[in-house]
């Protein structure tokens, strides 16, 4: 369904182009409300997790979507929440990938190991008080051609064209990006409507304890070898399941076990 502007429902904020759905959202935060979403089919400076750069060649799906009223001891377990929503909002619009879908910790969504969606999870929070707002920024490669020559800064992009698919890839019709973005409102709201009810950190635990089991059925890591490069130094092990707390759990070559609350992960 293409939409003229006279048919956006009041959530939606399309722009033509835009240099970074993120960067718009957070510039407008005071006036957008809980659930707004933020689309341009032309992000021009997209941004990606660690300060890089997130390139958006035509076709590929590029959105903010604005949450308030967080929980500030909610606010480190959104960004993998923000991954279940993705996975499970294109199992929905694509049931037959299902079986495909994968989830590299924290928020990265994988098909066969190759990056189809990235989530930059930024949030607001003022001194005092105990809630918060969020604004989840997704990519998803959903009509993506990767060229080479297109994509000079593949080396600080995570998404190397080689190691990254796109929707089109494996699905005959393409879900169109309305549809697409409605559905990861609906499991955003729902997710995030979970979080809200709780207000202490035991609580906040048991929130993001209780999406877990689902998430840890495409954890993509599981039983790898990889390295996690952490403030400049590199841990190798095998990487052995996602804790309560929703850290990264790595087997060292001493056999313990170290939790990593962050990380960028290098398979
Ligand atoms: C990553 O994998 O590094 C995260 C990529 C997040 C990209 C999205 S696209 C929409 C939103 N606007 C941005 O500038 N970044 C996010």
Known sequence: MVLTPSQHPDWLHWLESCPSTNSWALSQLSQLPHGAVIFTPQQT?????????????PGTLTASFVLHQIPVVQLPGLSLIAGLAVIVAIADCCPELSPVLGWKWPNDVLI?????????????TSSGKTDGSVVIGIGINRQTDFQPEEMPEVEVHDALYNRATSLHQWVVTVPDEFFILEKLRFYLLNYASLLSITDNDFQSTNALTNLLPELRKYDALLGQSITIELGGNLYSGEACGISDRGHLLLKLATGEIRPFVSGHILW
């Open 45 to 57: 400076a997209g941004r990606g997790q660690h300060g890089r750069v997130w390139q958006s060649p």
């Open 112 to 124: 066969e190991r190759k990056k189809l969606a990235g989530i930059l999870c930024e949030s607001v």
